[in-house]
């Protein structure tokens, strides 16, 4: 058995979706958003922003207050089965049983979405070799690392072979090297199988190294949207920053550099400026202190960063935003199956 595919394709349609608790801000409230078939989107917010809310209602495990959603070409409220069948998740937490190994895992979830028994050995091995954890296949969950839990929820996410996939923070608390190898088979089921796939993170190089596409909420709004690049240059143009060798020739070194833009701040012993013509100036950046006869000790190119994208769009950091619990909170206590 594989996953159902509606008649609208394997993309997402949101129009005007709103989730309001009892005795509580919406949290998330009338976003509009379409992520097409095959697309990475990455979506960004701090606790509390409404991102888990959104997850939640597009999987069908809490209902809306309002609006309208596609899944796959099935409507969530009302087709909630179909939606279900189409998908595959790994949220938050991951619903393993410590007393069970990687391979009694795998034999139950594809038992369950209808596998016959020799296609469930046959794929549970594939997906096991997939992520890394055929030689741990036989041992208890238990005893798994944070990182191995993760891929191992990857995993059984993909048992059916759904066309879209949803990953709630995948990667929150592992490790480097754990957080690159989800991010590398998740970059593969995109880009050669065609999966799309719905990621919702707090961590900003995850977004840009692999979404094709960004919305960034906060307080249960789409405060913008758009690629990586095209967001990073709506805030403005990379700043080149250097210190000359010599303390007495910082005033040179400033008029030089706003030859190619103006001033911008920089630490005590430097001179920046914001470079009108983008990145592709600093050559001629390096070769006009060349011709000044202006020494340089150090020089830095500073782009723009989806961090400060968020800043611009909310006026805080999204990775020291403080953490709100109230919504993680109330969607524990509410949410529901919704089929």
Same mark, same amino acid.
């Given at each position: 058995?594989?996953?159902?595919?509606?008649p609208d394709g394997t993309g997402i349609e949101v129009e005007g979706l709103v989730?309001?608790?009892?005795?509580?801000?919406?949290?998330?409230?009338?976003?509009?958003?379409?992520?097409?078939?095959?697309?990475?989107?990455?979506?960004?917010?701090?606790?509390?922003?409404?991102?888990?809310?959104?997850?939640?209602?597009?999987?069908?495990?809490?209902?809306?207050?309002?609006?309208?959603?596609?899944?796959?070409?099935?409507?969530?409220?009302?087709?909630?089965?179909?939606?279900?069948?189409?998908?595959?998740?790994?949220?938050?937490?991951?619903?393993?049983?410590?007393?069970?190994?990687?391979?009694?895992?795998?034999?139950?979830?594809?038992?369950?979405?209808?596998?016959?028994?020799?296609?469930?050995?046959?794929?549970?091995?594939?997906?096991?070799?997939?992520?890394?954890?055929?030689?741990?296949?036989?041992?208890?969950?238990?005893?798994?690392?944070?990182?191995?839990?993760?891929?191992?929820?990857?995993?059984?996410?993909?048992?059916?072979?759904?066309?879209?996939?949803?990953?709630?923070?995948?990667?929150?608390?592992?490790?480097?090297?754990?957080?690159?190898?989800?991010?590398?088979?998740?970059?593969?089921?995109?880009?050669?199988?065609?999966?799309?796939?719905?990621?919702?993170?707090?961590?900003?190089?995850?977004?840009?190294?692999?979404?094709?596409?960004?919305?960034?909420?906060?307080?249960?709004?789409?405060?913008?949207?758009?690629?990586?690049?095209?967001?990073?240059?709506?805030?403005?143009?990379?700043?080149?920053?250097?210190?000359?060798?010599?303390?007495?020739?910082?005033?040179?070194?400033?008029?030089?550099?706003?030859?190619?833009?103006?001033?911008?701040?920089?630490?005590?012993?430097?001179?920046?400026?914001?470079?009108?013509?983008?990145? =592709?100036?600093?050559?001629?950046?390096?070769?006009?202190?060349?011709?000044?006869?202006?020494?340089?000790?150090?020089?830095?190119?500073?782009?723009? =960063?989806?961090?400060?994208?968020?800043?611009?769009?909310?006026?805080? =950091?999204?990775?020291?935003?403080?953490?709100?619990?109230?919504?993680?909170?109330?969607?524990?206590?509410?949410?529901?199956?919704?089929?």
């Amino acid at each position: 058995m594989t996953a159902e595919q509606g008649p609208d394709g394997t993309g997402i349609e949101v129009e005007g979706l709103v989730r309001e608790f009892k005795n509580g801000p919406r949290a998330v409230d009338g976003i509009e958003l379409r992520v097409e078939a095959g697309e990475i989107y990455g979506f960004l917010g701090p606790n509390g922003a409404g991102k888990s809310t959104t997850v939640l209602m597009l999987t069908t495990l809490l209902p809306p207050t309002a609006g309208t959603a596609r899944v796959a070409g099935f409507d969530i409220v009302r087709e909630g089965p179909r939606v279900r069948a189409s998908i595959g998740a790994a949220l938050q937490e991951a619903a393993l049983d410590p007393l069970l190994t990687a391979r009694e895992h795998m034999r139950l979830q594809t038992a369950l979405h209808g596998l016959g028994k020799s296609e469930r050995q046959v794929r549970g091995q594939e997906l096991l070799e997939r992520v890394g954890l055929s030689q741990a296949a036989d041992r208890k969950v238990g005893g798994y690392s944070g990182g191995m839990k993760r891929r191992l929820d990857l995993a059984l996410a993909l048992a059916h072979r759904p066309r879209i996939l949803f990953l709630d923070e995948p990667t929150t608390g592992l490790d480097i090297q754990s957080r690159t190898a989800l991010w590398e088979e998740v970059a593969r089921l995109a880009a050669e199988e065609g999966v799309t796939v719905f990621l919702t993170t707090q961590y900003l190089e995850e977004a840009d190294t692999l979404a094709g596409r960004v919305g960034i909420i906060d307080h249960g709004h789409i405060v913008a949207e758009g690629t990586p690049a095209a967001l990073k240059a709506e805030i403005g143009r990379p700043t080149v920053e250097a210190v000359p060798r010599e303390a007495g020739e910082r005033g040179r070194l400033a008029a030089v550099l706003e030859r190619f833009g103006p001033g911008a701040a920089a630490s005590p012993r430097a001179a920046a400026a914001r470079l009108e013509g983008g990145e =592709s100036q600093l050559a001629d950046v390096v070769r006009a202190l060349d011709s000044e006869g202006i020494a340089i000790e150090t020089l830095q190119l500073h782009a723009p =960063s989806l961090d400060d994208v968020f800043l611009a769009k909310t006026g805080r =950091s999204l990775e020291g935003a403080e953490e709100e619990e109230q919504e993680e909170t109330e969607v524990a206590a509410e949410t529901v199956d919704a089929g």
